[in-house]
């Protein structure tokens, strides 16, 4: 079975996609290619939050530490996702306790709220210029799902003591979204969203300023773990020798680790941004400024950007390649939620590869003993991506709590494992597509 390279199956190498995030980006200084033979406490394979993070927290505690990206910083789905900094877990809180009991549920709930405080935290530590903004609005496309939500909601208030949520009916619904496509949902003022890119440019600058030997356009094409050493060679023959081994690769892991691979799946998901809107229209559109993500399984997601453009993600492929044209696939999405923008140009379509694990929990795992991964975020990985890095620093360091908290939730493997789990997986999806019709 031919499986083509997800670094390069749809993108350029050691180039941004043409994003409206990539147009937008703060410019930074940029990163050599690895060269020789370099040793190290600890090297970090992946560029992206996860990554980005792990260095800069192994950094500040002294550690020498070489990250390899095979792009660029930021170049993955850190730098390509909808911005979204979400409460909670990606599975909620009622899941959780029938999966790990009420003791642990709090703990991953705890740990969740954390991985909000710290993309806040070096935001402002940093001064990082990323458009920070409070507030995301799940939005409940069908009536039936209504009550389930406000239950839910007063669930965190009431068993969590979360105050920052509260339940929205539909017409408070209709004036806060200029779309007759909801029928209520609840606020979440204590999340918010954010420019990705321009956000893991600026860990990418304090790791950097910490102390980290960031390394870009150096293709890691294996590693080895001999007698408590790793190897890892790029492909243009270039060698860290380190103590320890972070992955942080995510979506792009490939087959660089097949013990993770089968526990982690890629798949694409896709955004458009329009043309600039004008502030009546985007005030119309979304009128207090919050990211959106509704009820469909396939989930629709959007916000507006800090020039008032309509940021809309929808759609999803299971395959290797992207649409051939992402505004047309993406554009009927935003239609049925947003029929007045018909007429609208849109400036810029793209895609990107993120991991999905079969319970959508994130996987972390101490593959060997100086060996480490956090993957598999599940469309919910901006934040705790970022946390993960400093959880994975805790564990090197040797304080493994929150380590253990997040690994002790079992990640089945797919069925089939690696080989067979996109064809297992399209199957599931084409049913929940049809469920979202219904």
């Known amino acids: 079975m031919f499986t083509p390279n997800l670094l390069t199956a749809n993108d350029k190498v050691g180039a941004y996609p043409a994003s409206y995030y990539a147009a937008t980006a703060n410019a930074i200084a940029s990163f050599a290619k690895l060269q020789g033979d370099q040793t190290c406490d600890i090297v970090v394979i992946g560029g992206g939050f996860t990554g980005l993070s792990s260095a800069l927290h192994l950094a500040e505690r002294g550690y020498d530490v070489i990250l390899l990206e095979a792009h660029r910083v930021g170049w993955g789905a850190s730098g ?71 239950e839910y909601t ?19 619904m209709r004036e806060m ?3 007759e496509f909801y029928h209520g949902g609840s606020l979440d003022m204590g999340a918010g969203h954010i420019h990705p890119l321009n956000f893991a440019l600026g860990v990418a600058d304090a790791a950097r300023d910490a102390g980290a030997r960031i390394f870009e356009n150096s293709v890691v094409t294996s590693y080895e773990n001999h007698a408590g050493k790793v190897t890892v060679k790029t492909s243009d023959g270039a060698v860290v020798s380190a103590n320890k081994l972070i992955l942080g690769c995510n979506g792009y892991l490939d087959g660089l680790e097949d013990r993770v691979a089968k526990r982690v799946m890629p798949i694409n998901n896709f955004i458009i941004a329009t043309e600039p809107l004008g502030d009546d229209l985007a005030r119309e559109l979304i009128r207090d400024d919050v990211a959106v993500a509704d009820s469909k399984f396939v989930i629709n997601y959007y916000r507006l950007s800090a020039d008032k453009r309509m940021l809309f993600g ?36 793209w895609g990107g590869t993120l991991a999905i694990t ?51 939730v079992k990640t089945p493997v797919f ?18 597509s049809i469920r979202d019709k219904l």
């Open 177 to 179: 979204l200029g779309s």
């Open 415 to 432: 069925p089939g494992g690696k080989m067979l789990r996109f064809p297992m997986l399209v199957a599931a999806m084409l049913w929940y």
């Open 358 to 408: 079969m319970n959508r929990m994130p996987f972390f795992r101490k593959i060997e003993d100086n060996v480490y991964t956090a993957t598999g975020y599940s469309g919910h990985g901006v934040a705790m991506a970022t946390l993960a890095g400093q959880i994975m620093a805790d564990a090197v360091a040797g304080t493994m709590e929150r380590f253990d908290v997040m690994a002790n």
């Open 314 to 349: 929808g759609g999803e492929t299971y395959g290797y390649n992207f649409p051939k044209d992402i505004k047309s696939f993406v554009f009927p999405h935003m239609l049925e939620v947003y029929p007045q923008l018909k007429d609208v140009n849109i400036d810029y379509g």
């Open 80 to 150: 390509r996702n909808g911005g979204q900094v979400g409460s909670g877990q990606r599975r909620e809180q009622d899941d959780l306790e029938k999966m790990v009991g009420r003791d642990d549920a709090k703990k991953l709930w705890d740990i969740a709220e954390q991985s909000k405080d710290i993309v806040k935290s070096l935001i402002k530590k940093h001064d990082i210029k990323c458009d920070w903004k409070p507030g995301i609005l799940h939005a409940d496309h069908r009536a039936r799902f209504v009550p389930e939500t406000h």
């Open 154 to 172: 007063e669930k965190l208030q009431s068993e969590y003591g979360y105050s920052d949520i509260r339940n929205v009916d539909r017409a408070e």
